[in-house]
């Protein structure tokens, strides 16, 4: 059983060569031997990464087949981007309720996610291998594999005070996603979003992009970078406290950095525009999880470099604020100094 499924529907999304052609060839193994056996080219470095879903804690239990595997593999892909390293494999451990495994159009669905996203990244991505077992709870693990050049990977702990605070894309549409996902939102709020922006923000959650064209481009000219998927507050304070420990290390009596962020500069869709209009408290856009976009900085003359880059790989990118050493993040509207009382997904 276990066998059928790995055969009929990972080993497609494998190597183009089966381990045994692999081995007459003395080319990289994939799928069918005890583990994979890749080449990593001499002048690069193999960056490593891993995330879990797991049903009814990262997704909704009734989230489809395809929406699962499409953002258990981007999720992995979007922490590839933030270090700026080129995808070129992955791994899945599957733990699979039977109702799962049995069940050829859900299985069918499963693999096409990942294919789909594969593909949509135009990159050469493999499925090196895994682990499937059964279990209550469908859970996945996936590690995917990515190359940067020596030295080029992208860091959390390279920024610096007076450096520019940039993101990708518009925040906050995963965490609407999912209130529209779990039938959360009041009749007012309903009101507000049309069905395009509604599937927009759907769409945010359930396939999220990696932006891994934009974290190429990134590697040379960001000071540091990473991926927002526990809110922007919170994902920016692990890259503020990531720089302080670094400047730390280069001098004891370095200050601690901090951030200064300017709500009305935050890039909202046009329904979130529309949903906190009058307000100054903006939960989803600083705190809500999932949303896969980058946050980076950089030297504040970098900022023009970096609208032409940005451009070249179609992605909207946004300056949001500055690093500081005032060892807090602060959030401001105008002049004024807004009190943030939400700090990001919290795992317990
Ligand atoms: P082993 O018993 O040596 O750990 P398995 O029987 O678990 O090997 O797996 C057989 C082959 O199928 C291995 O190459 C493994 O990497 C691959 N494989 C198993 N599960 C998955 C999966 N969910 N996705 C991709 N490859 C898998
Ligand atoms: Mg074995």
Same mark, same amino acid.
């Given at each position: 059983?276990e066998? &059928?499924?790995i055969n009929?529907?990972?080993?497609?999304?494998?190597l183009?060569k089966?381990?045994?052609?692999?081995?007459?060839?003395?080319?990289?193994?994939?799928i069918?031997?005890?583990?994979?056996v890749?080449?990593?080219?001499?002048?690069?470095?193999?960056?490593?990464v891993?995330?879990?879903?797991?049903?009814?804690v990262?997704?909704?239990?009734?989230?489809?087949?395809?929406?699962?595997?499409?953002k258990?593999?981007?999720?992995?892909?979007?922490?590839?981007?933030?270090?700026?390293?080129?995808p070129?494999?992955?791994?899945?451990g599957?733990?699979?309720?039977?109702?799962?495994a049995? !069940?050829?159009?859900?299985?069918?669905? *499963?693999?096409?996610?990942?294919?789909?996203?594969?593909?949509?990244?135009?990159?050469?991505?493999a499925?090196v291998?895994?682990?499937?077992?059964?279990?209550?709870?469908?859970?996945l693990?996936v590690?995917?594999?990515?190359?940067v050049?020596?030295?080029?990977?992208?860091?959390r702990?390279?920024?610096?005070?007076?450096?520019?605070?940039?993101?990708?894309g518009?925040?906050?549409?995963?965490?609407?996603g999912?209130?529209?996902?779990?039938?959360?939102? /009041?009749?007012?709020?309903?009101a507000v979003l @049309?069905?395009q922006?509604?599937?927009?923000?759907?769409n945010?959650? /359930?396939?999220?992009?990696?932006?891994?064209r934009?974290?190429?481009?990134?590697s040379?000219?960001?000071?540091?970078?990473?991926?927002i998927s526990?809110?922007?507050?919170?994902?920016?304070?692990?890259?503020? @406290?990531?720089s302080?420990?670094?400047?730390?290390?280069l001098?004891?009596?370095?200050?601690?950095?901090?951030?200064?962020?300017?709500?009305?500069?935050?890039?909202?869709?046009?329904?979130?525009?529309?949903?906190?209009?009058?307000?100054?408290?903006?939960?989803w856009?600083?705190?809500?999880?999932? &949303?896969?976009q980058?946050?980076?900085?950089?030297?504040?003359d970098?900022?023009?470099?970096?609208?032409?880059?940005?451009?070249?790989v /179609?992605?909207?990118v946004?300056?949001?604020g500055e690093?500081? !050493?005032?060892?807090?993040?602060?959030?401001?509207?105008? @002049?004024?100094?807004?009190?943030?009382d939400?700090h990001? *997904?919290?795992?317990?």
């Amino acid at each position: 059983m276990e066998f &059928d499924l790995i055969n009929q529907y990972f080993a497609p999304l494998g190597l183009a060569k089966s381990a045994e052609q692999a081995a007459l060839e003395g080319s990289d193994i994939g799928i069918g031997d005890d583990g994979a056996v890749l080449t990593i080219p001499p002048d690069q470095q193999l960056v490593v990464v891993t995330d879990t879903l797991v049903s009814g804690v990262h997704f909704p239990e009734d989230t489809a087949a395809y929406d699962i595997a499409w953002k258990a593999l981007a999720v992995n892909l979007s922490d590839l981007a933030a270090m700026a390293a080129t995808p070129f494999a992955y791994s899945l451990g599957l733990s699979l309720p039977k109702i799962c495994a049995t !069940d050829a159009q859900w299985m069918a669905d *499963f693999a096409r996610g990942f294919a789909d996203l594969v593909s949509s990244t135009g990159l050469p991505i493999a499925l090196v291998g895994g682990d499937t077992t059964r279990s209550d709870v469908l859970t996945l693990t996936v590690s995917a594999k990515g190359l940067v050049r020596h030295g080029q990977a992208l860091l959390r702990s390279g920024a610096q005070s007076g450096d520019l605070i940039v993101v990708s894309g518009v925040l906050g549409e995963g965490a609407l996603g999912l209130q529209l996902a779990l039938q959360r939102l /009041n009749p007012s709020q309903m009101a507000v979003l @049309n069905l395009q922006q509604k599937q927009f923000a759907l769409n945010c959650l /359930n396939r999220p992009q990696p932006q891994l064209r934009l974290g190429m481009v990134l590697s040379g000219l960001a000071s540091s970078a990473i991926d927002i998927s526990d809110g922007l507050l919170q994902d920016l304070g692990h890259l503020v @406290n990531s720089s302080s420990r670094k400047q730390r290390l280069l001098n004891p009596q370095a200050k601690d950095l901090g951030a200064r962020i300017q709500l009305e500069q935050l890039p909202l869709s046009a329904g979130m525009q529309k949903l906190f209009a009058e307000s100054e408290h903006w939960p989803w856009p600083l705190s809500g999880g999932d &949303d896969y976009q980058l946050c980076f900085t950089l030297p504040a003359d970098a900022l023009g470099p970096l609208q032409d880059l940005a451009a070249s790989v /179609n992605t909207r990118v946004t300056v949001i604020g500055e690093i500081t !050493d005032s060892a807090e993040i602060t959030v401001f509207h105008k @002049n004024k100094r807004v009190s943030i009382d939400r700090h990001g *997904f919290q795992h317990f």
